[in-house]
Structure formats: C-alpha cells, structure tokens
C-alpha cells in the first residue's frame, strides 16, 4: 500500500510538472515576443542619410552580414551590386544552433514596413511578422544606442538599391527555435557621448561595433560574457579553423604592446583605395573580420576604439589563430 501511495504521489507530480513545463511551452509560442512598436516615423535628410551610410559601412556595419561576400579573398570583400541583397548564412559548421540566414533589407523587402518595425528588428530583435530573431545580429546592443543613429541607419537603407531576392527563412534547431523567442526585448537607447570624451566615446563604438560578439568564446551560438574580448571565437572554413585574437590590453596574448597609431594603421592598411584583397589559396588564412569594411572609419573614432579597449581588465588568452585542415 504504501509503495502504491507514494507511486500515486511521484505520479501526481509528474503530471504537474508535464503541465507546467506543457503551459510554459505554450505560452513561450503564442505569447512571445511581444516588444510593443514604438510611435515613430523617420524623417529623411542628407545628414541623417550621410550618417546612416557610415554606421551601416563602417561602424555597425549591417552590410558585412546583409550583402553577399567574396570568400575566395581574404577578408571576404562585399561582391558589387549585393549591398543589402542578404543570403548569407550562418551554421551549424560556424558553430550557431540552426541554419540563419541573414534577411533583404532593400527596398524590395523593407518598402511595407514602417519605420517602426524596422527600428524594433533592429533594437529588439521582433520583425514585422511579430517573429523572434537570433542575435547574430546584435540587437541587445543596438538596442542601447543612441536613437538618433538608429533613425540615420534607418534613412540609410531606404536609399539602397532595389535588390530582388528572398533569401529562405532562418531554421533554428530544437530547442533554440523556442529559447529565441525570450530573446527580444524593449529598447535601452542611450545618448551617443562627446567625442571629447574618449573613454566613453569609444566604449559607444566599440558596442555598436560588436566587437564583442567575435572577439569572445561562444556556447550555442552565444557568447560567455565573462570571457568577453579575450578571442577564442571558433569560425570554421573550408581548409580550416579559425579563432579569433583577444583584444585585451594583455600584453602577451592581446594589444598590450601595441600604441594607438599601430592600431589606426592596422585598420586602415585595408583601405579600398589603396588595397586589393588577394586570393585564398587552399592553405592560406582567411578571416571573418571585415578589414576592407572598418577601414573606412575615420581615425578619431579608430583612437578611441583603442583608447577604449586599454581600459579593459587584462586577461590572458593563447589561442591558435589558424589550424589548417591536414
């Protein structure tokens, strides 16, 4: 008898338990997202535009993931005529839990959205479907920049060229396609700081760069916070593995031992003016970082990236830049 209770017991919260975690489920898929749109409409003007085109190149740089990129040269340089076309696709051979694949954000997909549902898909990951995106665009962090900024990326890329394509929809795997969706959330724009104010000038920078989100180890296709800015982010290609560098002032294993025009000259070595990305060969090294794209920065914003960066804890981090495949 009292192996029947207790089986009734175990049974009963077992069954409580099923319904728990059987309502949680659908709440987490009727219910969410459900980041309110904001009452908003984005004035068009030559300086906003000016702005928007920067960010969206060189900063924020939207187009490194929205456009197609020449892989067969280093630092996958964007392929004329795709700004903005999307397609590009991030996997599970990249470490990401799911296939994504980035959205048209050309005129051709973005001409029945308000200027509101695009300032959410932007600052809170909800798109005008009402649907959860996967943080490869970091959204948790343009959701903190300065509203104004978002409203010139927005009057940006009203200005691009008309592309026709419909890049297939993102297929999360289990159980990210139901995690994703308590991902959005509202907006904590802040206000962009002086540039007379280095340090916190370029921490803005730094943030809406997303440097971050490469430049630190990743489970799941999220990155370990506490491990931020110390590389060890694994990107695989076809002839190989590679793992991002740490950008900490460490001055072994990061930027300890370089000075800020070393930095400003590394970044504009890739300048598309004067260099021309050469072919990978089957054993040569690639690199997810868009150089050719972030030399277009201009040097006080580059000075205070770096500026920045040395006020970060040092901690040391070896990793192998590059592993071949053998």
Not at 78 to 105: C, H, R, W, Y
Not at 216 to 240: C, D, M, W, Y
Not at 252 to 273: H, L, S, V
Not at 283 to 297: L, N
């Amino acid at each position: 008898m009292r192996k029947r209770k207790w089986a009734w017991i175990l049974g009963g919260l077992l069954a409580v338990l099923v319904l728990i975690i059987a309502g949680a489920v659908l709440y987490i898929r009727l219910a969410l997202p459900n980041v309110p749109l904001l009452d908003i409409s984005v004035k068009s003007t030559s300086e906003r535009v000016e702005r928007g085109a920067y960010l969206a190149n060189h900063i924020m740089v939207c187009m490194d993931c929205h456009s197609t990129r020449n892989w067969d040269r280093f630092s996958g340089p964007l392929v004329p005529g795709t700004l903005g076309k999307g397609g590009e696709l991030f996997d599970q051979k990249m470490g990401f839990p799911g296939a994504f694949l980035s959205a048209n954000i050309t005129p051709f997909k973005l001409s029945n959205w308000t200027d509101a549902e695009i300032y959410r898909a932007i600052t809170s990951g909800e798109n005008k479907e009402g649907k959860a995106l996967f943080p490869i665009m970091p959204y948790l962090a343009y959701g903190t920049v300065d509203t104004e900024d978002i409203y010139s990326i927005i009057a940006y890329i009203r200005t691009l060229a008309v592309i026709r394509s419909t890049p297939p929809p993102s297929d999360p795997a289990f159980p990210m396609n139901l995690i994703v969706r308590t991902f959005p959330k509202k907006a904590q724009p802040t206000v962009r700081p002086p540039e007379s104010d280095t340090i916190k000038y370029g921490e803005y920078l730094v943030r809406a760069s997303g440097c971050i989100e490469c430049h630190t180890p990743a489970e799941h296709g999220q990155i370990v916070k506490s491990l931020a800015f110390t590389g060890g982010r694994v990107f695989l290609f076809a002839n190989g593995m590679l793992t991002t560098p740490n950008i900490t002032p460490d001055a072994e294993t990061g930027i300890g031992k370089m000075n800020r025009e070393d930095f400003i000259k590394r970044f504009k070595a890739y300048d598309p003016a004067t260099y021309t990305a050469p072919k990978i060969g089957s054993k040569d090294m690639p690199t997810i970082m868009p150089w050719t794209m972030y030399a277009g920065m201009n040097i006080n914003d580059l000075g205070a990236i770096y500026t920045y960066l040395r006020t970060l804890p040092e901690k040391k981090n070896v990793v192998v830049k590059w592993k071949p495949l053998r």
